[in-house]
């Protein structure tokens, strides 16, 4: 059989290039059960293409996280991904006889990276429709070109320092922290911004954008102090940390619990972030309230602590609307209040309290931090008595055979017990359900399941 013609091959080149990292690992597997002589061309094409990405991941370690945006949307030095692949062809085809030694682990394999990049910056500047074509995001491409390479030219000092990360992050010692200013002494050799760049290609490596405060501080001795840090070129750091701050608060204060339920998971989320950037950032920083970055701080804090306020009342009212209670008389003019067994177990009410109590539940650190804890505490003391009361008095009214509807009131205890989870009240829930158990065997039912709520 004949193999693959030069069309063919010059199309599935095409489509391999543009292929995922898993993609590409899925379509090897599954050329290699292929037969034929057109299936082992496409098993080498493909071995081929995962070689050549192996090395590109290894040369471009201190640049690659700088070729996508960053997950926390925070702001950063990024390139567009296209420019990745034509800046790996256009330095490694300036070092062909290098690559095989980019095989094998070691000092070797080291200084052929630092070279190919050296190579990659040259080629930005010298053929930089190579790299990065003149319709491919025109308003950012000079400047993104200058920095493309600028980064390349600090690469063999970044890869130096991508190991030590962790170590810095932590408690470095007096070596690990002399180590730290070495690399921003050399990168500053190389430009005049060379430490900036370098900051911001360690930045690139931190999935918790706030943690660039810990090595920025362990830059300088006198890097803690606000007025030293805002003055100096490191200050774009701490405001973009701000800045993210002030857009996550815009979207807390946007979200409405009667509404917007379907993003509670993205509340929480926001509301978790802020709290370790404004913890870190009293941490780190010694900060002047009457400042521009205090005043911003300060004034998230109080825009937080009143949607968390707002939140909690919110969660209160929604339990009150999923588990009504009703006025039942017991003897003359008698009345009690008790649970409304025939209250719906699905549907918008529902679906409100699960989320606002998931909300309740899952701030516990960031209420700390924004001096909400009390608050949230009470609520969460004042609903397991209220739940588990609810309980005790609907499984009393199922055993005494006085429910309408028997297993709509199971399923509304285990709706309370679903809610005493998501305020981590879990001995309280175990509680609950175990003496639902017990009522709906007794009864002879059917156990409803958690689903059913």
Request: net charge neutral; charged share 25%; aromatic share 4%.
């Amino acid at each position: 059989m004949s193999g693959l013609s030069v069309a063919h091959r010059v199309a599935l080149a095409a489509l391999i290039e543009q292929a995922s990292d898993a993609t590409l690992v899925k379509l090897s597997s599954a050329a290699v059960a292929l037969p034929g002589a057109r299936a082992l061309e496409l098993g080498a094409m493909l071995a081929d293409e995962v070689l050549d990405r192996n090395r590109r991941r290894l040369v471009m370690a201190p640049l690659l996280p700088m070729f996508r945006p960053r997950v926390d949307g925070v702001e950063a030095m990024t390139f567009p991904p296209a420019v990745l692949p034509r800046l790996w062809k256009a330095g490694s085809t300036r070092e062909p006889s290098l690559l095989p030694r980019l095989d094998k682990e070691g000092a070797d394999a080291t200084a052929v990276c630092d070279r190919i990049c050296l190579a990659a910056a040259a080629a930005v500047r010298d053929r930089p429709e190579l790299v990065w074509p003149a319709d491919l995001e025109p308003a950012r491409r000079e400047r993104g070109l200058f920095d493309l390479a600028a980064c390349l030219d600090l690469a063999h000092l970044a890869r130096r320092g991508l190991p030590s990360i962790e170590v810095w992050l932590k408690r470095p010692d007096g070596d690990q922290i002399a180590e730290l200013r070495l690399l921003i002494k050399d990168c500053a050799a190389v430009h005049e911004d060379g430490a900036q760049r370098v900051l911001e290609m360690l930045f690139s490596h931190l999935e918790d954008a706030v943690l660039i405060l810990r090595i920025i501080t362990q830059s300088s001795c006198a890097s803690g102090r606000e007025g030293f840090l805002s003055a100096s070129e490191l200050a774009g750091f701490v405001e973009r940390l701000i800045a993210g701050v002030g857009a996550r608060v815009a979207r807390i204060g946007a979200f409405r619990p009667g509404s917007d339920l379907a993003n509670v998971g993205s509340v929480i989320e926001d509301l978790t972030w802020c709290a370790n950037v404004l913890n870190e950032l009293d941490v780190t920083l010694t900060l002047n309230p009457l400042s521009v970055w205090g005043k911003s701080v300060r004034d998230a804090r109080v825009s937080i602590a009143g949607q968390l306020s707002a939140f909690l009342r919110a969660a209160d009212r929604a339990v009150d609307k999923a588990l009504p209670l009703e006025r039942v008389r017991i003897a003359g003019r008698m009345t009690l209040k008790s649970p409304q067994l025939t209250a719906p177990v699905q549907g918008e009410t529902v679906q409100a309290v699960r989320h606002l109590l998931k909300l309740v539940g899952a701030v516990r650190g960031p209420a700390s931090v924004f001096g909400a804890e009390s608050d949230r505490k009470k609520l969460v003391e004042s609903l397991t008595d209220r739940l588990s009361d609810y309980a005790d008095k609907a499984l009393t009214v199922v055993n005494d055979g006085e429910a309408e509807d028997e297993v709509n009131a199971l399923r509304l205890v285990e709706l309370a017990a679903r809610c005493l989870d998501l305020i981590d009240a879990r001995d309280a829930a175990r509680t609950v359900r175990r003496r639902a158990a017990v009522a709906g065997a007794g009864k002879g039912g059917s156990k409803p399941s958690s689903r059913a709520a």
